[in-house]
């Protein structure tokens, strides 16, 4: 009897799984077509992405820490420590939305490509995962250890940005833009 409980809750996981798969299946089928708008600012929130990656790799210089902890004073650098953490939370919450609205769109924009291919479509999704998972690390380590201690992992996270943005960025250029749907009709519908 007691072999018998992994196999039920196996079996019960599978068949929870199916289900929510399914139903997020559903509600993918049930997304509207997407305007010329939405290609347009997609772009546009690429290049967003490409920029501020600049600038946070500024955020996280400790070039900034080492000269704030030269000085000896200690409330100058409790000040910028969590002046620092709160502006990579800010950057990394901000990325994460960005990313998780790009990926709904690819998977929108999934019908209105010249070539489909299944092979782009698992790279581009790996590096979503990618993305996901080193940014909830991210995440977590500035939580607990602030800016300055997690540099490695937010360098992973820039980069798995970059990676997921240059590939996103294929998927737009394959997409047939004369499928899409007008704003006018975007309203409509």
């Known amino acids: 009897m007691i072999g018998l409980f992994p196999a039920i809750l196996l079996g019960t996981l599978i068949v929870v799984l199916g289900f929510y798969l399914v139903v997020q299946g559903l509600r993918r089928s049930q997304k509207p077509a997407v305007s010329i708008d939405e290609y347009s600012k997609a772009r546009e929130a690429l290049d967003a992405v490409f920029v501020q990656r600049a600038a946070i790799e500024r955020v996280f210089s400790i070039d900034d820490f080492k000269f704030i902890a030269g000085t000896g004073n200690d409330d100058a650098r409790r000040l910028f420590l969590k002046e620092r953490k709160r ?103």
């Not at 607990?144 to 992992?153: C, I, L, Q």
């Not at 590939?167 to 006018?184: G, I, K, P, Q, Y």
Request: aromatic content about 12%; glycine content about 2%; charged content about 20%.
């Open 87 to 189: 502006l990579a939370l800010l950057w990394l919450r901000k990325t994460q939305k960005q990313v998780a609205k790009l990926m709904d769109l690819h998977l929108r924009l999934a019908n209105y490509t010249y070539d489909p291919n299944p092979g782009f479509e698992l790279e581009l999704n790996a590096k979503y995962a990618a993305f996901v998972v080193i940014s909830k690390m991210v995440l977590l380590l500035l939580w607990v250890a602030g800016p300055f201690m997690a540099t490695r992992t937010i360098a992973y996270t820039i980069r798995a940005t970059g990676d997921f943005c240059t590939v996103f960025s294929l998927r737009l250029e394959r997409v047939n833009a004369t499928r899409l749907s007008s704003d006018l009709e975007y309203l409509i519908h």
